[in-house]
């Protein structure tokens, strides 16, 4: 990150803070609902990426965390030294989800759902905790929708990107929304390939962004295109 900024690292439940040299400054701090095995499930968070979580001001953070025993995602506020702050929030059953940070430091989400997987669905949340307006629902193209991962833009807009499956054909796709949550055009199809997979989006500080995905031909070829 930038010259005085710290770097909050989750996985698995666990979230760890660095300083901007990459020197622990704070012990891992665990965040997860479960303690055990079997309530959280063989691959819960880590096959899955369903544990997320984005910096906001002050060294608070806001984290998403997967509930394997009641299929749920939850959601909650920590403070500096890792504390809950508030209550947690249940989101509900949702797929994939991703979380960033708004410029006013409010927290953006998205997720997958619907009966097949057919829809991307955004809410953002203001830091006590309260919705933000209403669900921001984008219908899949032409497919299942997987690998939903959301980033903030300058100017107070934020870009949605996903993988689209339909039949042997996949797409990754984009869809930019202004700072009232309009979308901006329509969205934006990210050429087609066998396998494609895992998009990756980086905010330009002229309000534009830049999606980067893997690629190859048996799905693992790990080649990036941007």
């Known amino acids: ?10 996985g698995a439940g666990a979230d760890q803070l660095f300083g901007n040299d990459i020197t622990v400054i704070q012990p891992v701090f665990n965040s997860q609902l479960y303690t055990t095995a079997s309530q ?17 001001a002050n060294g608070r953070s806001f984290v998403l965390e997967y509930e394997n025993a009641v299929n749920t995602i939850h959601g909650k506020f920590l403070d500096a030294d890792g504390n809950q ?3 947690t929030i249940s989101i509900g059953y949702i797929g994939e989800p991703s979380v960033a940070t708004l410029p006013n430091d409010d927290v953006i989400m998205v997720w997958r759902k619907g009966a097949t997987y057919d829809e991307v669905e955004i809410r953002q949340i203001d830091g006590n905790g309260n919705y933000v307006g209403s669900p921001i629902t984008i219908n899949a193209v032409s497919g299942s929708v997987e690998n939903t991962t959301i980033e903030s833009l300058t ?3 934020f870009v949605v990107a996903w993988r689209e499956i339909s039949g042997s054909d996949q ?4 869809q930019a929304f202004d ?17 494609m997979y895992n998009p990756s989006i980086v905010a330009l500080d002229d309000g534009g962004y830049l999606v980067s995905w893997m690629s190859g031909v048996n799905g693992y ?6």
Do not use: K, R
């Open 85 to 87: 702050e508030g209550s």
């Open 221 to 226: 070829d790990e080649n990036a295109d941007y």
């Open 179 to 195: 700072a009232s949550g309009n979308t901006i055009g329509a969205p934006i199809q990210n050429v087609m390939d066998t396998w």
């Open 40 to 56: 959280m499930g063989a691959h819960a968070l880590i096959s899955y990426g369903l544990s997320n979580i984005t910096a906001l």
């Open 171 to 174: 797409f990754i796709y984009s």
């Open 155 to 157: 100017g107070g807009g």
């Open 1 to 10: 990150g930038d010259q005085g900024d710290d770097l909050i690292e989750g």
